[in-house]
């Protein structure tokens, strides 16, 4: 596109600020940004409508002088391009464009991958060298299935920054290297924790380089959940041993992803394509002023993500950006999920292109998102990556806010009680929530509190949880809706929560602490609150040892028995029988004729969610109960002949049997 066109674009957005950029060109190249070869050092900037570029050259990361200007030409399809002959391995640099006459702010750029200090210089490092040893050969989990996983929510400083969690590197990503940590009562901690709990998966909140935090101060004790991106493609520095030294945050990294991998875990990357920390001065602004966002009719930053900005990644580069970085991402740090904040924001050909371009890379690569936005979008509803197009999105999943909201109480309300806290009438949402959203002959939609359609094509698109970073926890949630009850009486009624999270249809996903009780004293947003807010205490799982046993008998159940792992509408439809059942607060329901192939013929589950003890018919049989009052061990509590049997108070009743 010539400059003379550019121009004429910009001149007809007086109706729609927008379209100035339909007619950009792209570039799709893998040499955006920085290359380093026998060559020498070459750069490439796509900044279609600049007037001019340049690349300046820093000896340090912070707090020195250029030692050179090196002028940019014009390149193809809206790049600009420059060379030096030699490697600069160990060098600094930003770019700044001409806009309008005037020479905008360095920036790194959109695409470095490596930075220093705060993100402000991008750095020139040679990434064959920050492989840890046996890199090469570095895999995460194989699972058949999304549904296959157990996936456990984390952030770096919650996990492992408390005092009792007697790891060496607090808040770092070396935190999880560690082997043999343990509490003062010597009950494990750390990656030994996450072993024995028997989680497949890590969800870690985002590590990418981002705003908030001061990596020059970090004893400040600067705290956030990392939802303000600033490099999309760096590993962020506060999780590093030194943030001024790039190789070290790449380095890191890698050898926890490898020591994850080594262990069993896979590792699922949270992203955050859909808003930037800065508005003006975002990097994505200072290289294509306006392109990557939205707008409103008066030219102002559209905000669908209530973060001041939402980017358009309906426009080809900001689409080509996402899926290269995600490709980026699993492929250089061997990346096994990703989590999309506020996915909604994006639209549906973007997600199912990410989709497809993960799962080349890494057939066990999974997706799933946000299925809502957090306000109002141009981007049409119906092109929205929505929890309600989800089945036009068949590789991608959505959380499941029916199953969290009916069981626990509406996220909104603290005082709000659900299925499991003795409120009667979400039977049905929760019974949404245990076919997994998808069509069901004996679940009647119209009468779901949040979704009144089967939304899921099939069970593998759906993310069941009753609790996340976000808003209360559960364990706070608990306290906040039952007051006057015990704090075993809480315990109880978190038990019986996860007990039908764990055992629906669906991907399970559970958040860091939930296991041995832990809570954030109330705060239900918790992004920047301190250390004595979020962090894990780890002699919780002394106090709650039945909890977190209960919790690893729960996984260990879902994980030996592919019952509760249906990966299709017909298969959740023929195997899964609903009871009829007319008191409040209770559901039972059987999964029949071997389901998905396990080895027991029926699983009989019952979940009373009243205060008080219900009894129920069991046809007569050999039964080994696996969950009771309360109590649960995968391989069996105890046998029964069935017939009348007591549910106890805010329990689950398991029974199996092979014939």
Known sequence: ????????????????????????PSYNGEDLELTVDSKGTHWR??????????????????????????????????????????????????????????????????????VGTNGHRAAIIDFAATNPAG???????KISHINDAVIYEMHHRD???????GIVNKGKFLALTEPGTVNAQGEATGIDHLKELGVTHVHILPSYDYNSVDESNLPSNGYNWGYDPYNYNAPEGSYSTNPSDPSARVTEMKEMVKSLHDNGIGVIMDVVYNHTANNDDSNFSLTAPGYYYRHRPDGSYSDASGCGNETASERLQMRDFIINSVKYWAKEYHIDGFRFDLMAIHDIETMNEVAA????????????GEGWTAGDSPLP????????????????????????????????????????????????????????????????????????????????QVINYVSCHDDLMLTDKL????????????????????????????TPFIFAGEEIFRDKKGVHNSYKSPDSINAIDW???????DQFDYYRELIKLRKEHPAFRMTTTDQVARHLKFDKVSEPNLISYSLVDNANGDSWKEIKLVFNGSDEPRQVKIAKGDWTVIADDGKIKASGLSSSKGGKMTVAPRSALILAREK
């Open 1 to 24: 596109m010539t400059m003379v066109a550019i121009n004429a674009a910009i001149a007809t957005t007086a109706q729609n600020p927008d379209a100035a950029y339909l007619d950009y």
């Open 45 to 114: 900037l796509w900044s279609p409508a600049a007037e001019a570029a340049r690349v300046i050259l820093y000896p340090t990361d912070r707090n020195t002088a250029a030692t050179d200007t090196i002028p940019m030409t014009r390149g193809e399809n809206g790049t600009w391009v420059a060379s030096v002959p030699k490697q600069l391995y160990g060098s600094f640099y930003t770019f700044s464009i001409l806009d309008k006459g005037k020479w905008l702010a360095e920036t790194p750029g959109v695409w470095a991958k490596a």
């Open 135 to 141: 890199w090469e050969s570095d895999r995460g989990p």
């Open 159 to 165: 996990f492992s920054q408390h005092p009792s969690s």
């Open 357 to 368: 371009a993960l799962k080349e890379i890494n057939p066990d690569i999974f997706i799933y």
């Open 381 to 460: 509803v119906g092109k929205r990556a929505l929890k309600e197009n989800v089945a036009r999105m068949p590789e991608v999943a959505v959380f499941s806010d029916d199953i969290r909201d009916a069981i626990k109480g509406h996220y909104t309300d603290a005082s709000d009680r659900g299925f499991a806290t003795g409120k009667p009438g979400l039977e049905e949402t929760v019974k949404i929530g245990i076919v997994g959203a998808t069509a069901h002959p004996q679940v009647d939609y119209s009468k779901g509190n949040n979704s009144k359609f089967a939304y899921a094509a099939a069970p593998t």
């Open 479 to 506: 306290r906040k809706s039952m007051p006057d009850a015990t704090e075993a009486e809480r315990k109880r009624a978190a038990r019986l929560a996860q007990t039908i999270v764990l055992t629906s249809q669906g």
């Open 539 to 545: 002699s919780l799982k002394h106090d709650n040892a």
